[in-house]
């Protein structure tokens, strides 16, 4: 205490800037909060490595990348998968023993607009029996087309249908790949970072029905 | 003396047999391109305007006489690029957007929201915020469930039951306003803690509250579950069993009505529902009926939480002690110039939220609420991602009523308890 007091006024102020700044870098995604679910994913590491690692035996170079927890900011494994192969690597993580991940909970996609291959499509898997969650990533160029989920997820529709509304991401083997929330006569796709944020498109007439979608 | 009046003997009408009926008793309808009929099929148009439709949805059916052949559903008519304001507003003003999502359970998703933001920064809440948020969770479940079986009773023709049930949510509205201040849009949460701590006895209004519904809720199971009128419009009515919940990543009350094992709550224990003592109602039918009856129990189990919450909480501080997040007291604000600095840079630039992405969800009132948030630093998301479970079922809407009848569908879409607000976001 008293060595503290002892120091002069610019030697404290340039010892203690940086100390916070460290103290709050430290406080990420990576700490782990047991209010807010913390305890459930610590006790995945191991189950999570193993996994990882199958997954790499398994598919070989079709796993590009892998983000584990304590090294990059994200709370559960994130692995990049390549186009060609994803449909594949979702139907064996949703039915293989030690997986199990049987249940998507979210597809979506993220516009990393200066990046190179600009669009990520995020699958967020949750296992219902071990109560995992994992998130399954690809990469894609604008106009680059993805494979559909549909054949593993039916659910997996109406959700690639909004990132291709709402991102302009085509999915190849869609059945149906139409706009979903904005109307058909929409021109742009709304969550792209370039895309306007004022401006209007204003139709007469509401989207009439089409007979078509009935046969 | 006159003759008793006697009525004239009529032979009485004989029907004529079906075959001897007039030509134009049997009805034909030409095939006519321009026309919507085809070979007596016909194609109706529902919403997204109708009394029978939960918002602004729409559905398209093609009926075989009062049989759904085919169908296709339409919404998005109440867009608001939520997701895109979650990209260019700060984190703090985005909390008001939350309200809008559910906004039948507008608690819950503010709690979801914060706790999203919470872990990208890694913020731990002191006891007293977590457990009043627990309670504005159940709080918020029940009236959510409330509402959901009352209404869809009332689009059967079950009016009472509706009153019983809309009563108690009242009441429930009045605690939420004297926690939040207003009854349905509350953006009560704020990042790191909470906009105000509970009144003094809160909780135990919220207590004498839940003792209370738990009497109304036994009255109204007795007033519907047995009837016959509704077991006929629910039992087996708009059927959707384990496998297709999977498929169609149902969640919450309508996936545990099909028997799947599924909630946040018990699964991923947040907040502190490791310490409360709570069943989760699952049943096996996966039909209108299963669901209305895994609602109500899971109101029972709600209202046990409740009162186990206000038995649990104590006094104590509402905010974290990170200095990140912290809004300054009012008193600092106004006489200190330190404090009025560091109010005008909170609320005008925000505060920063490390790089990191992470997808939180919570149990909400009908199912997964997640929010996926890419953070690249800064004080606004890079991505903002609401994972609605309104969507996901939706979608099962279509192959949950083809081959039901059209006054099923009704019975069905209020029996999964879809969100305009969230459908849309």
């Known amino acids: ?215 | 003396m006159k003759d008793a009046v006697k009525a004239p003997e009529v032979a009485a009408e004989k029907m004529p047999d079906r075959a001897s009926w007039p030509q134009h008793y049997n009805v034909h309808f030409e095939k006519d391109p321009d026309d919507l009929w085809d070979e007596s099929r016909m194609i109706v148009n529902i919403g997204p305007t109708h009394p029978a439709m939960h918002g602004a949805l729409r559905m398209v059916a093609k009926l075989n006489g009062e049989t759904i052949e085919k169908s296709y559903c339409q919404f998005g008519y109440t867009h608001r690029a939520k997701e895109k304001l979650g990209e260019n507003r700060t984190y703090h003003q985005f909390v008001v957007y939350t309200d809008r999502l559910n906004y039948c359970s507008a608690l819950l998703n503010n709690v979801a929201y914060s706790m999203s933001v919470e872990r990208l920064m890694g913020i731990e809440l002191p006891p007293r915020a977590l457990w009043i948020r627990m309670m504005c969770c159940e709080l918020a479940r029940t009236i959510d469930h409330l509402i959901c079986i009352g209404i869809n009773a009332v689009d059967l023709g079950a009016f009472s039951f509706f009153l019983y049930g809309f009563h108690q949510r009242e009441e429930a509205y009045t605690l939420i306003e004297k926690l939040a201040g207003s009854r349905l849009t509350t953006s009560y949460t704020r990042v790191g803690g909470l906009m105000a701590d509970a009144p003094d006895g809160w909780e135990k209004e919220v207590k004498t509250w839940a003792l209370r519904t738990r009497g109304v809720i036994d009255e109204m199971d007795r007033l519907l579950t047995g009837n016959r009128i509704w077991r006929r419009r629910t039992d087996g009515v708009g059927p959707f069993d384990k496998e297709m919940c999977l498929a169609y990543s149902y969640t919450g009350p309508n996936a545990r009505a099909a028997g799947v094992d599924i909630d946040l709550r018990r699964d991923q224990p947040y907040l502190y529902y490791k310490e409360v003592e709570f069943d989760v109602p699952i049943a096996k039918t996966g039909d209108v009926f299963g669901r209305y009856t895994v609602r109500l129990e899971e109101i029972r189990q709600s209202l046990n939480i409740l009162i186990q919450c206000a038995d649990k909480i104590k006094k104590g501080p509402i905010w974290s002690e990170d200095k990140r997040v912290r809004i300054p007291d009012k008193d600092v604000v106004f006489n200190t110039m330190e404090g009025m600095i560091h109010h005008f840079k909170f609320f005008m630039t925000g505060f920063q939220v490390p790089a990191g992405e992470a997808y939180t969800c919570v149990e909400g009132g009908n199912g997964e609420i997640g929010f996926y948030i890419v953070s690249k630093g800064g004080p606004t998301a890079h991505r903002m991602r609401i994972r609605g479970p309104s969507v996901y079922h939706f979608q099962g809407l279509t192959p949950m009523v083809e081959g039901e009848l059209l006054g099923d569908m009704v019975a069905a879409l209020g029996s999964i308890n879809v969100i305009a607000g969230e459908l849309d976001r």
């Open chain 1, 1 to 215: 205490m008293a060595k503290l007091i002892s120091k002069s006024a610019s030697e404290r102020s340039r010892n203690a800037a940086p100390r916070r700044e460290r103290e709050e870098l430290k406080m990420d995604v990576r700490t782990l909060i047991p209010s807010n679910g913390g305890d459930w994913l610590a006790r995945f590491k191991d189950d999570w490595k193993s996994q990882v690692s199958a997954l790499q035996k398994r598919f070989g170079a079709d796993i590009v990348e892998v983000q584990m927890p304590p090294d990059h900011a994200v709370e559960c494994p994130v692995i990049y998968v390549r186009p060609q192969a994803i449909v594949e690597v979702l139907r064996f993580v949703r039915s293989e023993s030690g997986f199990e991940y049987g249940f998507l909970a979210d597809l979506t996609a993220v516009d990393l607009m200066p990046e190179d291959p600009r669009f990520e499509v995020v699958y967020n898997l949750f296992s219902i029996s071990k109560h995992w969650r994992i998130r399954l990533k690809v990469r894609a160029r604008d106009g680059e087309m993805v494979p559909t989920a549909t054949s593993v997820w039916p659910g997996a529709n109406w959700a690639e249908r909004e990132v291709w509304d709402m991102f302009g991401i085509k999915f190849s083997g869609h059945p149906d790949l139409r706009r979903i929330l904005m109307d058909e006569r929409w021109d742009g796709h709304p969550l792209r970072k370039d895309y306007p944020l004022k401006g209007y498109q204003i139709f007469p007439t509401p989207e009439p029905v089409k007979p078509e979608l009935l046969e």
